[in-house]
């Protein structure tokens, strides 16, 4: 899997860009904490308000790499259960991150792929794109995905996605709250051009201060950090309006 990173729009922009269609995006523990670098650089850009996340090929995650599976065999379960907190904090990073990652979600959300398409901000998805979670098909459940979706659907669509009786479609993932929009394919990536370039017209530190707001918000389920990242934007903004008043 090759990841890279470009500046667009005098840097406001950074594009991080996943080449791993060869293997359906699936991720390993190593391709994922190269993938949550490369967005943390780029957060960490000062003059960055968004961050765009290409995942190359037809789909956009088929999940984890069945090819490390083979070593997990004589693991024991506190071994796996540790494996499986890391990579699931790795994916915190990424929806934690400062500023808001938009990505377009196309074909196949597999597994972990789910995961991840819940850690992205501003998900658009394709309505011909499908989600599931086949893994207690190979008999086991899922743990990081599963925690989120259990928090996140009402209890009876978590089991039916979980035991992997039902999938959902773009419209589907879309009214679970997992996307922001969903367009026709034919749409996806205008739709995701248009939000960027929106996005990138405001003031990359009143969009930090948006982050801060709805995941402090949704992290302690209180107010005080979220007054606090506004009055910072709104003692600047009034320090910008004088300014200019008086000149």
Known sequence: MDITQRRERSGRVIRVVVAGSGRGNSFTMESLTALADALSAAAADPACGVVRLDMEGPHFCSGWDTGSFAELADASVDDVAAQLRASDEVVGTIRRLPVPVVSAVRGKVIGFGVGLLAAVHLPIVSEESRLSLPEVRFGFAPAGVGHVLAQLLPRPQAYALLTGQSTLSGEEAHRAGLAARVVPEAELDGAVDALVDSLADLDPSALRAVVDVVESS??????????????????????????????
Not at 234 to 240: F, L
């Open 218 to 247: 949704r992290s302690t389920g209180r107010p005080d950090d979220a007054y606090i990242a506004s009055a910072r934007t709104i003692v600047r903004s009034a320090a910008s309006l004088t300014t200019k008043g008086t000149r």
